[in-house]
């Protein structure tokens, strides 16, 4: 803890300082010049050291009680990141910021949310304002409508920003962690297993493994056969990723489940663009997403791609990926290519092919973001499917959310009284063992 270790410098400063008081009663009694100079200096840092004990410590204090106040794990003070929970509580993985300080930071699974993290000084609600006491319903209504009866505290809590063409804001962090959280919830690959690396800076490095370390047998006084894992850095910049939507003045104004409503559509759409630039993101502007990532695999279902007959190509990826010491836990593929897995029939007896255990042990999951008009050699209709431990997939996220209220502008929307609501947050990804996972190329219809 940054408390013990101040004691300890505390406790150093003053032995060296009475070794040197002693060493001098024990001599004559009489100070040097150059031992005055050197106590002096001594006990002016014993004064310092002391001093920035107790701030620490009242820090300290501090930092646990926002925690307890917010339902979150205490804070671990030895940890540089402040946000951190206790060790043991969440899995971590040590980054590099912009700044080039280390620190380990939380890496969260798909149930652990970003609110459930400890909030910083910050992040703090302004005196008598709950978390509970904020709706992101009543903050929209009120831009929409410029009165803010009944949304006291969401005015008090809310820094306005000058965008839209009815305002914009930031919105409170606690509020705005609902809804990342909720984006992630939807999102099918955060669903495949990929992991959230809150992000307190724009930028934040991590470390890649490419290849693993090999272990040797050593006979007698024969030297150790020398292995290395291998690493390189990947750098998350954290990207703008947003979210349009449209809704009626009526929907705004009067719908009683407006918050709930706004919510989920925000989130959904936010999950949509997640997942896309997660698989296929080409890195301009957006993720490098897991089908562009050098080091990835691919089973190629041929030159010009061909229709599924069996279950033959995912089970070529398993291997690939176990072959890698990899463990394939999740598959993703689109509507069409569920369709034609769940049609697979027996060429014996016509009924229903029986998916190997390969296949069978994989988490199954449908995302329309992975599209049928991928041009594979002559085919201009093909698809592809992902498979593999997506855990290998971490995005780095930060806890902001900027809303913005607009009037429709078309004419149409104009005469409907429509309204524009975009929002958006700040994500990166990598894959950080990219032969962990596996792409399927060129799939086809019959």
């Known amino acids: 803890m940054k408390v013990r270790r101040q004691r300890e410098r505390l406790s150093e400063t003053k032995a060296r300082l009475d070794e040197l008081l002693n060493g001098i009663q024990k001599r004559d009694g009489r100070m040097k010049p150059d031992e005055k100079r050197q106590a002096d200096e001594l006990t002016a840092q014993l004064q310092a050291e002391g001093l920035l004990l107790d701030q620490l410590v009242e820090q300290e204090k501090r930092d646990i009680e926002f925690a307890r106040s917010t339902g979150g794990p205490p804070v671990d003070p030895i940890n540089p990141w402040p946000r951190t929970p206790a060790p043991g509580t969440y899995d971590q993985v040590e980054t590099v910021g912009p700044d080039g300080r280390r620190a380990v930071v939380p890496l969260l699974k798909r149930e652990q949310a970003i609110a459930g993290l400890p909030m910083g000084p910050e992040d703090q609600l302004p005196d008598g304002i709950k978390r509970g006491d904020l709706s992101l319903g009543r903050l929209i209504r009120s831009m929409v409508t410029g009165s803010w009866a009944g949304a006291e505290a969401e005015k008090r809590a809310t820094q306005q920003v000058s965008v839209g063409s009815l305002g914009g804001f930031a919105v409170p962090t606690p509020l705005a962690v609902d809804v990342i959280d909720l984006a992630r919830n939807l999102a099918q690959t955060v669903k495949a297993g990929a992991r959230t690396v809150p992000m307190e800076f724009t930028t934040l490095d991590l470390l890649k493994q490419v290849g693993d370390p090999t272990g040797y047998w050593r006979a007698e006084n024969a030297a150790i056969t020398e292995s290395d894992a291998e690493f390189s850095l990947v750098k998350l910049k954290a990207e703008v990723l947003a979210a349009l939507v449209r809704l009626s003045v009526e929907v705004v104004e009067d719908a009683p489940n407006f918050s709930n409503v706004i919510q989920k559509a925000i989130s959904s759409a936010l999950a949509l663009e997640l997942d896309r630039a997660l698989l296929l993101g080409d890195g301009l502007g957006k993720p490098l997403g897991v089908f562009d990532t050098v080091g990835v695999g691919e089973i190629s279902m041929g ?122 947050l700040r994500a990166d990804s990598a894959v950080v063992r990219p032969d962990h996972l596996c792409k399927i190329t060129g799939i086809i219809p019959a």
């Open 303 to 424: 030159v010009n791609g061909a229709a599924l007959t069996s279950y033959d190509p995912f089970s070529q990826a398993v291997e690939a990926i176990q072959t890698a010491n990899g463990v394939a836990t999740a598959t993703i593929y689109n509507a069409r290519t569920s369709g034609a897995l769940d049609r697979l029939k027996s060429a014996i007896d016509a009924q229903p092919l029986i998916p190997p255990a390969s296949f069978q042990n994989l988490t199954r999951l449908v995302s329309n973001q992975i599209p049928n008009d991928q041009v594979h050699g002559s085919a201009t209709n093909a698809s592809c499917a992902f498979v593999g431990g997506f855990d290998n997939v971490w995005i780095g996220m930060r806890k902001q959310l900027i809303v913005e209220v607009f009037r429709a502008g078309d004419d149409d929307s104009v005469k409907s009284l429509q309204i524009l609501i975009r929002a958006y």
